[in-house]
């Protein structure tokens, strides 16, 4: 997936996530956890303050950014046929994925989880450029089967609109202070050898429209 070169901040919790996953090892039948791997979302950790989504809201915090680490590694883990043991999308649409392909994380409330379920260790790779992060699985290839994945808009509901008296406005004149979201529902399928299989089923709330 790709992102800005110029946010300093969650670029380099980017970095510091994606380090963190670099080179993990699992065997036959074992979960990995990104919460558990990338370690707590703490300066001490090396994390930085950078935009995050907290309850529907972009605040300030630490960590801002892994949520794109651990989205990459979900679509990974969907082309290699892995299962999914935990997920959640977000409660705003990511610009770096598509609609269903996203993975939220939270420290000691949201975790992206999935199980080795093949009889071989898999091996996880992570590279960050100047403006994109890869993440690379490995194992025995020819064991894993033909996977496509593909994602759609199945319904979107229009963002309801709010209208608030402001007395330090002309009469006649409009702001806005909130755009707001739309409600978008979406649906993720893998084809697996030709197997429609549905994935998951995600809805991605409306924000009021906040006009002064």
């Known amino acids: 997936t790709t992102f800005s070169s110029h946010l300093k901040g969650r670029n380099e ?4 996530a994606a380090n963190y996953m670099n080179d993990a090892l699992l065997m036959p039948g074992e979960v990995f956890s990104y919460n558990e791997v990338t370690k707590l979302k703490t300066e001490k950790n090396g994390y930085k303050k950078a935009t995050v ?38 409660s ?14 939270s420290d ?5 989880k999935f199980k080795n379920n093949y009889d071989f260790p898999i091996y996880i790779k992570t590279y960050v450029g100047n403006s994109s992060v890869t993440v690379s699985i490995y194992g025995n290839q020819e064991s ?3 996977i496509e994945i593909t994602s759609q808009v199945v319904s979107k ?10 007395p330090n406005l002309k009469k006649g004149e409009k702001v806005v202070k909130t755009k707001g979201r739309d409600e978008i529902r979406s649906e993720t399928y893998a084809i697996v050898d030709g197997v429609k299989k549905l994935v998951s089923k995600d809805r991605y709330p409306s924000q009021t429209k906040v006009v002064l």
């Not at 919790?13 to 510091?16: A, E, L, S």
């Not at 529907?56 to 046929?81: A, K």
């Open 157 to 166: 509901k229009d963002r309801a609109i709010k209208y608030v008296d402001d």
């Open 13 to 16: 919790n980017i970095r510091v």
């Open 144 to 146: 894993v089967p033909n």
């Open 108 to 112: 000691n409330s949201v975790d992206f």
């Open 53 to 90: 989504i907290v309850n529907g809201e972009i605040e300030e915090g630490l960590g801002g950014g892994v949520c794109q680490v651990s989205s990459t590694l979900y679509n990974s883990v969907l082309y290699s046929g892995l299962e999914v043991v935990q997920r959640r999308p977000h």
């Open 92 to 105: 705003i649409p990511s610009n770096y994925v598509d609609y269903g392909r996203d993975a939220t994380v």
